[in-house]
């Protein structure tokens, strides 16, 4: 259980207004101490969860300022910002295609079906 000092300390930090030296003047310690807090797991598992949830409230905000880019005057802006709203939705392009079969083997198949659907048209 974490004292009220660290819960504290991981307010002000994911707050993000205050550098570590003034969270510990903030807070009466010393900034080796939050070093020290930041190494230990139960510590840094609740600053990461409650870095994760402030990020989880900006969400809407942050798709919102995605789609208004939709409208800018620049290409290039309004690109980026279609290519990063359909990535982020799961439409980002494959980076690697697997070859699961040798080529000269899909290469026959291909011929194969192409040979059956010239005879079926003819």
Do not use: H
């Amino acid at each position: 259980m974490l004292k009220p000092k660290q819960k504290k300390c991981i307010e002000l930090l994911v707050e993000g207004k205050m550098s570590q030296r003034e969270i510990s003047q903030a807070i009466n310690i010393s900034e080796k101490t939050i070093s020290v807090w930041k190494s230990e797991s139960e510590f840094s598992s609740e600053l990461e969860n409650a870095t994760r949830l402030s990020i989880r409230s900006l969400t809407a905000k942050a798709k919102n300022t995605m789609a208004k880019l939709l409208d800018s005057d620049s290409d290039n802006v309004r690109f980026q910002a279609a290519k990063d709203i359909l990535d982020r939705a799961g439409f980002k392009p494959q980076e690697k295609i697997e070859i699961t079969k040798p080529i000269d083997e899909s290469v026959k198949e291909m011929e194969d079906y192409l040979c059956e659907k010239k005879k079926e048209n003819t």
